[in-house]
């Protein structure tokens, strides 16, 4: 974790921000009193709309082992689910 005076940030944002990007940690400061963290995000979610993830998984069936297991289990017929 490095200090980065607000004056730099200021000056150099695009370099600054490249440095976060890459995995740097940096303390923002202003008047060396620290301010702020700079961090870099985890790699974003790529939500999926609901009609892709149900074309994806198609007209699967569970296996016929399992769904005699879960039929004994539950009582019921899980396509009654």
Not at 26 to 47: E, I, S
């Amino acid at each position: 974790m490095s200090d980065i005076a607000s004056r730099e940030l200021r000056n150099n944002t695009a370099d600054v921000l490249r440095r976060v990007e890459a995995g740097e940690v940096l303390v923002v400061t202003v008047d060396r009193r620290p301010v702020a963290a700079l961090v870099p995000l985890g790699r974003r979610r790529r939500w999926v709309a609901a009609d892709e993830v149900w074309a994806r998984i198609g007209a699967r069936h569970a296996d016929r082992a399992l769904s005699a297991d879960l039929d004994d289990v539950l009582g019921q017929r899980i396509d009654e689910l």
